[in-house]
């Protein structure tokens, strides 16, 4: 087992003023067919995406890291490389290697990113958008089930995950359904909310997608305009068939990814 020291800082690009690292364990097998690089980088997104490097975190240089771990320092450079391919780290000139972000990996079930958010330690808070009751459009009426016209409540809110916007979402629910008070959907997620109004989610259509982001898009996520962006519509149905929500989501891309279980049928 190898240890490496790894400076702390408190945020992003923002180094405190104590330098007391922090102890990482590595187990490196030289045995495995398995290249040490890539072991490398495995345990390092590993330590990254569980919150035990988080942003603003200094690796020390190349050189440095190859005499800690007894590795070649071509090694080093592989594995701290695939992580700044991924987005993971960024070399920055006169401060070394520093940890940016983790990517949120969400399965594709119905759940809420908020509570998926909390429950990988990504810290989630909310930015209300906007609140308030509007007409359905002809889609919004034919995924929830009512008329077209008729009085629905429209939320959008900005997602962030260690202060970063992770998404945009904007969902749709059949007025009178509960109570959307905004101190409440910035302090929680949409669905813990419904559950706790005895509201049992049973079941949804989801559909991904993606495309380019706009101007508007770019600057409320953070990208640069024309960023990749995986948009998702989801339809949630209660445990009596009934439309509950309806939302049109963008995830930035650089940030999040959804994960999917394959299964093989003979």
Excluded: C, W
Excluded at 39 to 65: F, T, W, Y
Excluded at 144 to 152: K, M, Q, T
Aim: aromatic content about 4%; cysteine-free.
């Amino acid at each position: 087992m190898t240890r490496i020291p790894v400076i702390r800082t408190d945020g992003y690009a923002h180094p405190v003023t104590s330098t007391a690292p922090a102890q990482l364990d590595f187990a490196l097998d030289r045995s495995s067919p398995v290249p040490l690089y890539y072991q490398l980088a495995q345990q390092l997104e590993s330590a990254i995406e569980h919150g035990v490097l988080g942003p603003g975190s200094l690796l020390g240089n190349e050189i440095e890291l190859a005499g800690r771990l007894g590795l070649s320092r071509p090694t080093v450079r592989q594995a701290i490389q695939s992580l700044v391919d991924k987005g993971l780290l960024v070399r920055r000139r006169g401060v070394g290697t520093q940890v940016v972000h983790s990517q949120v990996k969400r399965p594709l079930e119905l759940s809420s990113l908020y509570d998926d958010l909390e429950a990988a330690g990504q810290s989630p808070t909310t930015r209300v958008l906007g609140n308030d009751v509007v007409p359905a459009s002809a889609e919004v009426a034919g995924a929830l089930g009512v008329a077209e016209g008729s009085a629905v409540h429209h939320v959008q809110r900005l997602r962030l995950a260690h202060g970063e916007p992770v998404a945009h979402l904007s969902n749709y629910v059949p007025e009178g359904l509960l109570s959307l008070d905004t101190a409440k959907l910035e302090a929680s997620g949409l669905y813990r909310m419904m559950r706790a109004a005895g509201i049992t989610l049973h079941s949804a259509r989801q559909s991904v997608g993606a495309r380019r982001a706009t101007a508007e898009e770019a600057e409320g996520l953070g990208e640069p305009e024309g960023a990749a962006l995986l948009t998702m519509q989801r339809t949630a149905y209660d445990d009596t068939g009934r439309a509950v929500e309806y939302g049109t989501h963008i995830y930035r891309a650089s940030r999040y990814s959804f994960e999917f279980q394959l299964l093989v049928r003979g």
